[in-house]
């Protein structure tokens, strides 16, 4: 019911857009006694940070978090954490042709017919820029979880994917593209700057694993942590699918393929395999929780695409702009912090429920 | 916060075990003065009834269908609506090896791990049982949206796909699967039938179509029209991936690709295409709503799995019983069910915001 | 949003109207591993059950109930739990005037207002036996909160009240008024019966207080605990006020009189007085939570009273049936059983958060 | 489940405290095409406003409340509106003694064993500034019901009550007190400033009708609409007691002299009384919304009162500091706008389910 909310027993809310004065998040229901200042929140929001290589947007927003309740003497008081961000680098440039006619993959069309007239500057409601609220709320969560460990990284660009056996955790922070194989990196570079140089865009698969994650957490039926992990990733902009472990290729797979057969270990039962991504029956098992997202090509793009006018006449449109040619790529550190706020809200519930 | 209950304005709330004395539903919100009957309802139960051909579950359930509240002289009241479906086939066989041993794939061990014990006859709650109550639910969900159409069908069985151009909604009743592609309806009696015969098992791809969904449904950010819809389907027993509209297939597109193209029509715009899936910003744009959910193969299988039991010791399992050797089939109307019970209440809230 | 769920991290949902075939609760968020069987539950409805004296309405109810989901070998599993209590005695009376025209101090126009229509047969939803399905949640919550003491008793009926110099705890279930005073029972028999044999009826406060709640439970701001008692209680058929401590008094006293002042105590501080109703800033303190409520005169008088058709012309009516004369007796047992239920989710809540 | 947010399909958060930096309140779910400037909210804030009279207290603060998100060109867009106050006025005095002690009546030791510490300064998130949040969404909510008039008073301070004989609505404005009694008012001067200067406190009696609510909002069962206004009110620092219509006098009626007898009228049906307060099983009559609200006296006095420090020894305290001898005075507008927010949100819901 709640349009701008997440969470159930820690929960969040954004509100701002693109081009009024600031952005934020209040965060409900978080724990009392945590350690919390800006400096435990920036690092998160420098990563999702615009500006940063010619791969992705050239807004510059320092973006900077102000915590303006809820911590007291350095701690969390249990109280609403609310979160400021000021927006710093509005152009102020004409948006009469998004004012006036439908950018085609935008949610223009479906804003003008639901709340009858919409805020066109940048997309309001609908940037990405909101997502830096989650992002603050997000860095928020981990400190719920310190026993989780949550990384998340591009698998693939344009259908370009990262190799397995290429694989390596250490390089992911080392290009700009948020990838762990540096030979696709490498091959994403040509690839990326390409597809900006012609006025075009890329989707991408971005993939995030959590570990540390006891059995335990999510619940059957409507509160799976499948289907909440689901919910979170597709409330991202540009999403439009999510698969926990092998998710559509255990589709493919044979029973006995699939089934992550057990054996004793030495701190209880160990796994053999993970095609479930860490879920069963919608209850955490112990092992990493896996997730797939896909994003969409960014629909801000130069390429001339057919479309009509507020008053239905047709015509052509180009985004003009300071685009990401690659979406995807910034959404690295969004996921990890949906990931997060899901996480920390489970382990509250699974404490509420069970103790 | 609520573990067994799904939706906002319009809700429904389920209960019941494989192996109690009954399941239900109730549902909550619903608006009054709707004609409603159990024959209403029995239809759609009775497209997901076990025991219809060899291709699924012996197990013979009547699933008749009570309304024990919420209905006055026809016609429902406004006051919650209580749905009540008896248990009959419940074998008295010994559960002696799932109450010892965990099976891999099955919720077992991560519910032994939550809640300290479970109900291991049929699999207690995590039985798929359970979606007959949101079947009964979904039929009345349907009821709150009659300019909606919904159609699902089985997409693929275990990596054999229909063929789009053989696609003809006319078969989809037409055979044991759901399937709207004669040749691949002949193909799959082979390819279940031998799953079955092996003691092992297929996952399956199920596609869902809801056309006249006017535009302005949903709303921005975490009440995304894709995010309830990815949340309701991976709260159905054994999905694993969701996609709205091209979904991963989106991820690599390019921008002038993927961007649904405008022109004038007779009764406003229309699009060129809808690789969107009917949502732009979490919005429904009028385009049919399209998404596509994985099924897991059937995890209860024949086939001696390595596992370990309560007390940690290794050993093998086989799960005997009257298991569907390709769940996914009979999800269909489940899959139905959810996307009638999103829409119903999506319809609401934009009613309640927007007037 | 939900019109018929009650509570957060414990929730219960009720369905059934007077007239239909049965009515229940389905109890969501339950801790497992609890021990459960009927018998914990009926002597709470039979406390409720009506006929049981002349002063209670003379509908013959057996009120038993059956437990159909969310126990496995005596203990709570964890899922819901689903009560159910079937109709026994329903006299197939005439609704006609009932049907015709408005009962006043009913919720017959109220509903017609909003529904259109509506269930007349013994009010429907709006009938007081919705609140056995309350009284059987509530007898789990207090499974879920063993350290706490709830008892409800009839302070005052019809203006008359219970002497405190008189207060006996022993005498609450001697006689059948919950009256802790024998002195006012023995008047209570009289005013009762006259108001009966007038054709009329009394109202009635009850009062309710709950022992061993530690100190912390509860929230500030929009969750305090005088709110969540004070809207449960609101929830209770015919309730018009709800006080916590010392309520309307404590706007006559000075600061210094309502201040409950602290001395240090053998196991922490103690209060020399409890003017707050065990809650201050909405948190409980560790005092007796302590609160009184309203209940207005039953509505259903044989006293003719001038209303108006459906159709808009002036009328009188009279209400037969078989009625409270004081329906407020009959709600001791619901108020304790919200004040349970109440509980066990604060204590839930307090568990997610605080640990 | 959510702490700091209040409300349904209308809702709003609040968040901050009374010595941080600002405060704040999220408005989710308003109706987009709202005509909305920080001048539609200032007034209601101004009325608020403490420092006015001498009997408030004299901490002067502006209150000027910035609009960051939610409006373009001046209309409501539909998505949340960001609404912010500063902090201007806090005095750098020392906190110490209430940092090592507990004030009796006030929040300090519940928050302590809730929290485990507390923001001490000023009370946190205690505090009565709060209020302030509330008020300025309260003017949202105004917006979305302009069918509705809603007028609260001041009824009662130190049990000297309004003369009925006297009520004139045009009085209220014309005083410090919000009292519609004019001898009242020159009555209260003198009692409240004797209480001041006594370094006591006083409670009052606030009454709030709202006219113009139409027959049909509200929901029977735990949605009744008197549960609402109860929970509400309710969430008001110092508030122990609510009552609608007759409330607790109601118990002392007779079910004749209760019952709101009705007949035909010009525009529908009429009644002859309102002992109900306008609503019946829940749901709104069409006569006027009628609450009646208690309010303890202030904590805060400086008359010594018994107490324990945070390590348990015995110790007096007073309150110094600037606070209201009557803290219920200045409740007249936050329960003004508590019933605009109830009411908006009923409105809304009552759209969703019943069109």
Same mark, same amino acid.
């Given at each position: 019911?709640?349009?701008?909310?997440?969470?159930?027993?820690?929960?969040?809310?954004?509100?701002?857009?693109?081009?009024?004065?600031?952005?934020?998040?209040?965060?409900?229901?978080?724990?009392?006694?945590?350690?919390?200042?800006?400096?435990?929140?920036?690092?998160?929001?420098?990563?999702?940070?615009?500006?940063?290589?010619?791969?992705?947007?050239?807004?510059?927003?320092?973006?900077?978090?102000?915590?303006?309740?809820?911590?007291?003497?350095?701690?969390?008081?249990?109280?609403?954490?609310?979160?400021?961000?000021?927006?710093?680098?509005?152009?102020?440039?004409?948006?009469?042709?998004?004012?006036?006619?439908?950018?085609?993959?935008?949610?223009?069309?479906?804003?003008?017919?639901?709340?009858?007239? @919409?805020?066109?500057?940048?997309?309001?409601?609908?940037?990405?820029?909101?997502?830096?609220? @989650?992002?603050?709320?997000?860095?928020?969560?981990?400190?719920?979880?310190?026993?989780?460990?949550?990384?998340?990284?591009?698998?693939?660009?344009?259908?370009?994917?990262?190799?397995?056996?290429?694989?390596?955790?250490?390089?992911?922070?080392?290009?700009?593209?948020?990838?762990?194989?540096?030979?696709?990196?490498?091959?994403?570079?040509?690839?990326?700057?390409?597809?900006?140089?012609?006025?075009?865009?890329?989707?991408?698969?971005?993939?995030?694993?959590?570990?540390?994650?006891?059995?335990?957490?999510?619940?059957?039926?409507?509160?799976?942590?499948?289907?909440?992990?689901?919910?979170?990733?597709?409330?991202?902009?540009?999403?439009?699918?999510?698969?926990?472990?092998?998710?559509?290729?255990?589709?493919?797979?044979?029973?006995?393929?699939?089934?992550?057969?057990? @054996?004793?270990?030495?701190?209880?039962?160990?796994?053999?395999?993970?095609?479930?991504?860490?879920?069963?029956?919608?209850?955490?098992?112990?092992?990493?929780?896996?997730?797939?997202?896909?994003?969409?090509?960014?629909?801000?793009?130069?390429?001339?695409?057919?479309?009509?006018?507020?008053?239905?006449?047709?015509?052509?449109?180009?985004?003009?702009?300071?685009?990401?040619?690659?979406?995807?790529? @910034?959404?690295?550190?969004?996921?990890?912090?949906?990931?997060?706020?899901?996480?920390?809200?489970?382990?509250?519930?699974?404490?509420?429920?069970?103790?």
């Amino acid at each position: 019911m709640s349009f701008n909310t997440f969470g159930h027993a820690f929960r969040f809310s954004t509100w701002g857009e693109s081009h009024g004065p600031a952005l934020g998040a209040v965060v409900d229901g978080c724990p009392p006694g945590l350690k919390l200042s800006e400096a435990d929140i920036q690092p998160f929001l420098d990563a999702r940070r615009p500006g940063q290589s010619k791969y992705t947007t050239q807004r510059q927003e320092p973006d900077q978090v102000k915590i303006l309740s809820g911590v007291f003497e350095g701690k969390t008081t249990g109280t609403p954490i609310s979160l400021m961000i000021e927006n710093v680098d509005q152009r102020s440039k004409d948006y009469g042709e998004v004012a006036k006619a439908y950018r085609p993959g935008h949610a223009d069309y479906a804003y003008d017919q639901k709340y009858g007239f @919409r805020d066109y500057r940048g997309g309001g409601r609908s940037s990405a820029r909101e997502t830096a609220a @989650r992002v603050a709320a997000g860095a928020v969560a981990r400190l719920v979880i310190p026993e989780v460990t949550i990384r998340a990284w591009v698998a693939e660009i344009g259908g370009d994917a990262v190799d397995p056996a290429h694989f390596d955790v250490a390089e992911i922070g080392n290009n700009p593209f948020f990838c762990p194989d540096a030979q696709a990196a490498k091959r994403w570079e040509a690839l990326v700057d390409g597809a900006r140089k012609d006025g075009s865009s890329l989707g991408a698969i971005i993939a995030c694993e959590a570990t540390g994650v006891p059995a335990g957490w999510g619940a059957p039926v409507y509160a799976k942590l499948d289907s909440e992990i689901a919910a979170a990733m597709m409330t991202i902009n540009a999403t439009k699918g999510i698969e926990i472990g092998d998710g559509f290729a255990a589709a493919r797979l044979r029973g006995e393929q699939n089934a992550d057969a057990m @054996r004793p270990g030495e701190n209880g039962p160990e796994f053999l395999a993970n095609h479930s991504g860490g879920t069963a029956g919608g209850i955490s098992t112990g092992q990493p929780v896996f997730c797939r997202v896909a994003f969409k090509p960014t629909s801000s793009i130069l390429t001339p695409v057919e479309t009509v006018t507020r008053e239905g006449t047709a015509t052509e449109i180009i985004t003009k702009g300071r685009h990401d040619p690659c979406v995807g790529i @910034r959404g690295v550190p969004v996921v990890e912090a949906m990931m997060a706020l899901v996480l920390a809200d489970q382990k509250l519930l699974h404490r509420a429920q069970c103790g």
